[in-house]
């Protein structure tokens, strides 16, 4: 069954650095997301994409943040500066529809970002 | 504005019990999306069901049920004879356009 594959599922990082999560989505799907959960908290939509445009942000998804689909199958999401209180776990999804036809969301397993 | 509130917190069941987790919507729109997710302690988001805002057939699935009252802006979800397996945080959320909100989710203790 197709899935959705984020890499790494771990990353640890100092204040003020950069990171790039990355994101395999399912292969015919034309729309990703992303979402952070912050520890036992819920998950909370930071943006979605669809033909290399940003189609809708949260107000979490400031100027520090920034997605790119760098080729064909990858999706990621950089974090310029990061700070204490973007250490959560990272969610990327895909779907086949959007818009007025919402469609199914699958989401990979997550990547986990310590902030230290 | 869009809102979604799952008021019970953490819900605690022994075997074979039925348990139902209530989901209250907020939204102006009249075209929307509702699903719920499946987050098991493994961390990973599964989904369950989707349903639009025209749709108000309740739907089944195996011991998942699933009650959609637009004139309430609900959306709850039974279990039937709950099993240890279904311990997970259930999370209730609407979708309109390219924008998905969830809901706090709902943790559900199942006890042998």
């Known amino acids: 069954e197709p899935e959705v594959t984020q890499t790494p599922s771990h990353q640890v990082t100092q204040m003020g650095q950069e990171v790039i999560l990355r994101c395999v989505p399912i292969s015919n799907h034309l729309y990703f997301y992303w979402y952070r959960q912050i520890l036992g908290q819920k998950v909370e939509f930071l943006v979605s994409?669809?033909?290399?445009?940003?189609?809708?942000k949260s107000e979490i998804f400031d100027d520090q943040f920034s997605v790119e689909r760098p080729d064909g199958s990858n999706f990621t999401l950089k974090i310029r500066s990061t700070k204490l209180e973007d250490s959560a776990m990272y969610f990327c999804a895909s779907s086949d529809t959007a818009g007025q036809s919402s469609g199914i969301q699958y989401f990979g397993a997550g990547t986990r970002l310590s902030v230290l | 504005a869009q809102k979604v509130t799952q008021a019970q917190t953490e819900i605690s069941v022994v075997e074979k019990e039925d348990v139902t987790l209530d989901c209250v919507y907020e939204?102006?729109?009249?075209?929307?999306?509702l699903f719920w997710y499946k987050q098991p302690p493994s961390g990973e988001l599964v989904f369950l069901i989707r349903r639009n805002s025209f749709d108000e057939q309740n739907e089944i699935s195996g011991r998942y049920s699933w009650n959609f009252q637009k004139s309430t802006s609900s959306f709850n979800f039974t279990i039937t004879a709950s099993q240890v397996v279904d311990s997970a945080v259930y999370f209730c959320a609407l979708s309109r356009g390219f924008k998905t909100i969830f809901g706090a989710g709902t943790r559900l203790f199942v006890k042998a």
């Open positions: 939204t102006r729109d009249t075209t929307y999306y």
């Open positions: 994409f669809y033909n290399n445009e940003i189609s809708e």
